[in-house]
């Protein structure tokens, strides 16, 4: 199972082809593998690299085009390395309704970074997610995996302190 | 020592439950469960007494030294002790045959799963053969709960008539409406209770293999799961004649649309197929395949155990049987309340709910997701059932109700609604894909004041559209939060804006 979201200071590895292959070659005759094997890419090198978009489409008898398709479709799979720590913050209904918009304003202002963009030190990767299923604990997140509830400016602060 | 449950839930962990069972793990046997489902007291722990067990919350870990000195593990007097876990009102008000187990025994343990009922529907399907099962499905009533409500019964023996060699069962797990939690509850709290449901249709339809499809922004639920799968294969509930395997998402709501899914399990994009063909017929790879949610499915082995008449007595109307309403947002006892289908918009809101959290009078409640409308108090007289519903012009969806206080600004979540639609479109039909951006555009324009009254009778105009020329329910279905918010809350379009909005 793919580690959705990296544990805590998570290094990635660098792309490197060969074990791009071996990643895709584990999968690659599961019915429908294409999404596993976006997944296990991303898990290791922290987004999906480009060099591995013809690589999955050899492996699985798809166009480039194909594959391009799906990396792009889904808002999960990343283009870019993210920061060492990445902040998910939810902004659906529930968590609209206890106030999200002014946490969502807050942290954006205070790491000075708008939606999927990461801090210059890449120390925060922001992420927007809609709905976390913590609906009744709003406002909600997700820190490096970890869920977070009935978040305020102050509790989230207290929480990215932790980090440094 | 003395055994004290502690959840797991991810909702629990978000209040701190794991900080509370290691400050507990030196003093007590710690056993870690799924949540009961009342938000407002996690985390909440149970001690396990000669009287039964105790419930405590809700309880922070720097908490559990005093608790202890105040005698925790015998279930003595403290300002946070709640009494029986069974007497609590949130919890003898319901009726719980879905999410019994859940909250009370340990997630991954078959032994548990067994002393509470567990693999006895399984056991009597098996005993009355694939024919009876289905009959029995059908007569329970049961209807699909992921939203659309169409007779569970009625989809799997379409599924089992069709001749193939290679059939499935795909379990829509892709939970991602708004306000709702019930699905991951259920696969954190009593996954096994999934997996006999799966097995029980495998075997129904003539299956071997199961899909469950859940969604990424589920991490928790995703290990539980995956974990419950291990258990359940060592011990034969799963093997050579029916196996399950978990696919994870990548955050496209559109999935959660069962063709969408089917798409996305054969992996392409999300994008909608037309009906016909029925995926009961040409579905997963082409092949017969039953597609339900996890509540559906999970509601199946009581139904098998208890009987299809027990189960159709409760509810209202053709809604029969129990509902998990989810209570979100702005609520004050926000959780989960499994009851027969009936209870009214406000028996929900006020006597359950306890009204909003902030305290402000309780304006807008949307019921069923970023597609269910907005209801003002004056229709809180709605029962909670799927046809009542439409009649409203809303939909109960999969249970979720969340809550707005006097503070919410309609026109304002009118132009949320085309926004989410507009970013997760498939793209596939032209009334979504486009309707939902200029839709946004034109909501941008009421709210910046500019020719109100004409940009309004132009969003009539695009919910028209998209309501009536929209391929699946996305676009089909926005129209219901921006149409109940004209129609309720018409105020809010019409209020002078003291700047543009963003």
Redesign the interface.
């Known amino acids: 199972m793919p580690d959705l979201d990296p544990s805590p200071d998570a290094e990635f590895e660098p792309w490197n082809e060969a074990r791009g292959e071996a990643i895709i070659a584990a999968r690659a005759g599961e019915e429908g593998a294409t999404l596993p094997i976006l997944h296990d890419l991303q898990a290791v090198f922290g987004f999906v690299p480009r060099e591995a978009v013809p690589m999955v489409a050899h492996a699985l008898n798809l166009s480039r085009a194909e594959v391009h398709g799906v990396v792009t479709f889904y808002h999960e799979y990343r283009h870019h390395a993210p920061g060492r720590h990445v902040l998910r913050l939810c902004r659906a209904e529930a968590c609209q309704s206890l106030g999200c918009e002014a946490l969502t304003d807050h942290v954006r202002a205070r790491l000075n970074i708008g939606w999927h963009e990461t801090t210059p030190d890449h120390a925060m990767t922001l992420e927007p997610v809609f709905c976390l299923g913590l609906c009744a604990i709003g406002p909600a997140a997700l820190l490096d995996g970890q869920p977070l509830g009935r978040l305020t400016p102050a509790r989230l602060e207290a929480e990215l302190e932790k980090l440094s | 020592m003395t055994r004290v449950f502690v959840p797991r839930d991810?909702?629990a962990?978000?209040?701190g439950a794991d900080d509370v069972a290691r400050a507990l793990a030196t003093h007590a046997n710690v056993v870690r469960t799924g949540s009961r489902g009342l938000?407002?007291l996690?985390p909440m722990i149970e001690v396990e007494t000669p009287s039964g067990r105790v419930a405590y919350g809700p309880v922070a870990a720097a908490d559990i030294p005093g608790l202890l000195a105040a005698g925790l593990l015998t279930g003595a007097a403290h300002p946070s002790r709640l009494g029986r876990p069974e007497d609590l009102p949130f919890l003898t008000r319901q009726t719980r045959l879905t999410f019994d187990r859940c909250g009370v025994v340990d997630p991954l343990s078959l032994e548990d799963y067994r002393a509470h009922g567990g693999l006895t529907g399984l056991e009597r399907a098996r005993a009355i053969g694939p024919a009876a099962t289905i009959e029995t499905v059908t007569k329970s009533g049961l209807r699909g709960r992921g939203g659309a409500g169409f007779p569970a019964g009625i989809k799997w023996k379409t599924a089992a008539d069709t001749i193939s060699d290679r059939k499935f069962i795909v379990c829509n797990a892709d939970?991602?409406?708004?306000?709702?939690?019930a699905?991951?509850?259920l696969m954190e709290g009593d996954p096994f209770c999934l997996i006999e449901g799966l097995a029980i249709a495998g075997f129904a339809v003539g299956a071997r293999k199961g899909y469950v499809y859940t969604r990424?922004?589920?991490?928790?639920?995703?290990?539980t799961f995956?974990a419950a799968l291990k258990v359940a294969r060592a011990s034969g509930v799963l093997g050579p004649d029916f196996d399950i395997e978990?696919?994870?998402?990548?955050?496209?709501?559109i999935c959660g649309e069962e063709t969408s899914l089917l798409e996305?399990?054969?992996?392409?994009?999300?994008q909608v197929r037309a009906k016909p063909p029925l995926p009961a017929h040409k579905g997963l790879?082409g092949q017969p395949t039953v597609i339900n949610n996890v509540i559906t499915l999970a509601s199946v082995p009581v139904i098998l155990r208890d009987g299809a008449e027990a189960y159709q007595a409760l509810g209202f109307g053709r809604s029969r049987g129990t509902m998990p309403i989810?209570?979100?947002?702005?609520v004050k006892y926000?959780?989960l309340f499994e009851a027969g289908f009936g209870l009214t918009l406000g028996e929900i809101v006020n006597d359950i709910g306890g009204g909003s959290?902030s305290g402000r009078p309780v304006r807008a409640v949307?019921v069923g997701?970023?597609l269910g409308a907005y209801f003002p108090p004056a229709l809180f007289d709605t029962p909670f059932d799927y046809e009542a519903f439409t009649v409203k012009g809303g939909l109960i969806g999969h249970g979720?109700v969340?809550?707005?206080?006097d503070t919410?600004d309609l026109a304002h979540?009118a132009r949320?609604a085309m926004e989410?639609c507009a970013a997760?479109s498939?793209g596939k039909c032209t009334p979504c894909r486009i309707g939902s951006v200029r839709g946004m555009e034109t909501m941008d324009k009421i709210l910046s004041g500019i020719a109100v009254d004409k940009n309004i009778e132009l969003i009539r105009d695009l919910c028209h559209t998209m309501r009536f020329g929209s391929l699946c329910a996305l676009g089909g279905f926005i129209p219901f939060p921006v149409m109940s918010a004209l129609e309720h809350f018409s105020e809010d379009f019409h209020r002078a804006r003291l700047a543009p909005a963003a």
């Open positions: 991810a909702a962990l978000a209040l938000f407002w996690e939970e991602g409406d708004s306000g709702t939690y699905d991951r509850m990424s922004e589920y991490p928790h639920a995703i290990a995956d978990q696919r994870v998402g990548a955050g496209a709501y996305s399990l054969e992996g392409r994009r999300g790879f989810q209570l979100a947002g702005n926000a959780g959290l949307q997701g970023p979720g969340v809550v707005f206080d919410v979540q949320f989410f997760e498939c």
